[in-house]
């Protein structure tokens, strides 16, 4: 049931870092707007809302598993009907499938638009946010109302940011593979790479702010960093995370410089940023884990 539920809620975090990050993209990274944008695709985005839906449901069945006490139970009509209406999971999971089945609509009826990714930046955004209700964001360590709103609005910032800047740097490889194999947008590159850079810093700043405050909250005694599994998943969290920022101030200090103005590199900056999207898919890996994991009291 476990394995179901950390799985599960990978790919429904992958899915949602796409869904955030392809019109984020395209909106605020991309040299040619909503219209062209990235040349991942529709099918691609389409793909990612698919497996947003089904790793819910993957969710909602080790969950309602965990409810019913085994798996022989799981599907019966009163566990299911107590998980979805007497439960903030069920509840959430519900408005979640509403989202998804709008963003479906949208993203096969509605044409290339500013209006539209502005709709599905906002959906995903809502989407992403609900998910620190079925999390550690209603949780905390004491200090009282103020402390909990804190920990709400980290929390919250801190999955955006983390979702845009993965789901942004898939977008980004999609447009270093398309320059570096000849098949056009290398003229895009001195536009794109500044862009994505200069947004890159503050989503990392608030990224590590909100994490911060995060573990403040959640691991309130040093020494529970090493002595709980919450701590020590957290700790190869943040490992990974450094990891991340590290190709980050590689990629722009020194790859970056290579390519802009055009002078070859554009290759080797496309594979240090799919390596950096690989570190970044295990952040999202460690965060699935993390949410099944109890806090240090």
């Known amino acids: ?24 993209f395209r909106l ?60 903030r999971f069920g509840h959430l999971w519900t408005g979640r499938l509403v989202v998804f089945v709008a963003v479906l ?3 096969m009826r509605a044409a290339p638009s500013r209006r539209r990714d502005d709709a599905l930046a906002c959906l995903a955004a809502v989407a992403i946010a609900s998910l620190i209700g079925v999390g550690h964001g209603m949780t905390g360590a004491g200090g009282g109302p103020a402390i909990a709103r804190l920990h709400m609005v ?16 898939f977008c980004l490889a999609q447009v270093l593979r398309r320059a570096v194999s000849g ?22 700043a608030l990224l590590l702010i909100s994490g911060c405050i995060n ?28 990891i991340m920022v590290a190709f980050a101030v590689y990629n722009r200090v020194v790859l970056t410089a290579w390519v802009i103005p055009p002078a070859g590199g554009g290759r080797s900056l496309w594979h240090s940023v799919l390596l950096e999207l690989g570190v970044g898919i295990l952040v999202l890996l460690s965060v699935a884990l993390l949410g099944t994991i109890h806090p240090v009291p």
């Open 154 to 169: 980290a929390d919250v910032a801190h999955l955006l940011c983390a979702t845009v800047w993965v789901g942004g740097l």
């Open 28 to 87: 605020v990274i991309s040299s040619e707007g909503p219209v062209r944008g990235w040349p991942g695709g529709r099918g691609i985005e389409l793909g990612a809302t698919l497996a947003a839906l089904v790793s819910g449901l993957g969710w909602f069945a080790g969950v309602a598993a965990t409810f019913a006490g085994g798996w022989s139970d799981a599907l019966a009509p009163d566990i299911l009907q107590a998980v979805i209406f007497d439960t």
């Open 183 to 204: 098949a056009g947008g290398g003229e895009i590159l001195a536009v794109v790479l500044p862009r994505f850079s200069g947004v890159g810093y503050w989503l990392v």
């Open 1 to 24: 049931m476990d394995e179901l539920i950390v799985a599960s809620r990978a790919v429904h975090f992958a899915a949602l870092a796409l869904l955030l990050g392809a019109p984020f």
């Open 105 to 107: 609509v949208i993203q």
């Open 215 to 242: 573990a403040l909250v959640l691991v309130p005694r040093p020494d529970s960093l090493v002595t709980s599994d919450y701590g020590r998943v957290l700790l190869v969290k943040l490992g990974l995370v450094l």
